[in-house]
């Protein structure tokens, strides 16, 4: 049996099947280390922060009842619906990905979005492990929804204007 194991988990990882963007859920409030969090439907959800990258927990379940993989272009929020959209956009270098948010996290303070390994390095943050970023929620089109949920990188968008960037970044600095 122990023989098999090595085989069976490398099986497991070519079929991977996500769940489908229906029925999203939002779930009840939930606690962690003392914090509470209350997820909500905030459709005009846009905020500065801080992103990090996880990937050691390939295969482990997500909060959306899907298989985590580092290498798909997903993402984990503490309080948006699962599945949701957002565009993350580094502070530093203004490239712009689109991410499908299907887990809960991070749980570190300052930090708003935790994203897969291959969403970091797509986004050109995997280095630096922790990243200045904005997070706004958006409704791609389905062509794309379809790339993200297969685990793909879907179209590229575009970069965002260094005048745009200076106001994000004073954001940032202001707290807000």
Not at 7 to 18: D, F, I, K, M, V
Not at 101 to 118: E, K, Q, V, Y
Request: with cysteine.
């Amino acid at each position: 049996m122990l023989a098999l194991a090595p085989l069976l988990a490398g099986c497991a990882s070519h079929h991977y099947r996500p769940v489908s963007d229906t029925p999203v859920r939002i779930g009840p409030p939930y606690k962690v280390r003392g914090i509470t969090y209350t997820p909500f439907d905030d459709r005009g959800y846009d905020q500065v922060g801080y992103a990090s990258w996880y990937g050691n927990e390939s295969g482990n379940m997500t909060a959306n009842g899907e298989r985590f993989r580092a290498g798909a272009i997903a993402a984990a929020h503490t309080t948006l619906p699962l599945p949701c959209y957002v565009e993350v956009t580094a502070l530093d270098t203004g490239r712009t990905i689109l991410v499908r948010i299907n887990d809960r996290g991070p749980f570190t303070r300052g930090r708003i979005i935790d994203l897969s390994r291959a969403a970091a390095a797509q986004l050109g943050i995997e280095r630096a492990g922790v990243a200045a970023v904005r997070v706004r929620r958006v409704d791609p089109p389905e062509k794309d929804r379809a790339r993200l949920r297969e685990g793909d990188e879907a179209r590229l968008r575009p970069t965002v204007p260094e005048s745009v960037l200076v106001q994000l970044r004073a954001q940032l600095a202001a707290g807000r």
